[in-house]
């Protein structure tokens, strides 16, 4: 089971100096799996940063990445090295940032594993979830080992001027470490896809992957093999959601 060492608490009152950087953070728990993309299985340490630019109809984290607290830089550190994550990610678990939006808080992600490197010598494996509404600095994607873009089609029920944004889904699909996880649950999600993002030139088949959407066990269990046989019918990637398959729909895991 996972080791958590953060907690959205929004009843938690912590300090930070003006002249500290921090991050909002929802919750950071280690000694789990990614539970979905092409990383699915790898063991690996979360860290949620607190808000989104969306508010998709099928997110399990709402009621998560909604509250948060912020922590310095220096603490976040301390509370991996405590816990023995550090030890962990120098032998190869990944460090995953997630959210809500982690690029809501780039700058705040760069001084922090700057600091990082600066205190442990080494970065470790890390992992960003982005759902291309916001265009990365170049010192993030120089940082940045695997992006696990998002982008979010009509069935998350955002307006599409908000959550369709063509020259940074370019930028994104030209960088070498680049995957494209679409939620899908019909046809119709197929047609959106190939329409807006493949015969565009805009993502490439080969980044792509198709996930079942389901915030439960249940929810999963009937839309999975839909998703298989669009993936299978189409010629692109397939990953579950493995965490919700194994702990159902639970946070910190």
Known sequence: MS??????????????????????????????????????????????????????????????????????????????DENGVIDKLEKGQHLVFTGGSPLLQQQGIVSLMKLFYE???????????????????????????????SPKLENSNQKHKIRYKPELLRKMSNLTNSWF????????CWKEIESYYINTGLVKRKQVILMPEGQTRKELDNSRENAVRLAIKHNVRYCDRQHVTIWDKKTGV
């Open 3 to 80: 080791k958590v060492i953060i907690t959205s608490n929004p009843s938690l009152k912590t300090t930070i100096s003006e002249n500290e950087g921090f991050l909002n953070i929802s919750e950071l728990f280690s000694d789990t799996i990614q539970g979905e993309g092409f990383s699915t299985g790898v063991p690996s340490t979360f860290l949620r940063l607190k808000d989104c630019t969306l508010n998709c109809t099928w997110c399990d984290t709402t009621e998560v990445w909604r509250t948060g607290n912020p922590y310095n830089f220096s603490k976040i550190l301390s509370l991996l």
């Open 119 to 149: 205190t442990f010598y080494f970065l470790p494996f890390i992992e960003i979830e982005n759902e291309c509404v916001l265009e990365p600095c170049d010192e993030l994607i120089k940082l940045i080992t695997q992006w696990n873009n």
């Open 181 to 188: 996880k679409f939620v899908v649950n019909s046809e119709e």
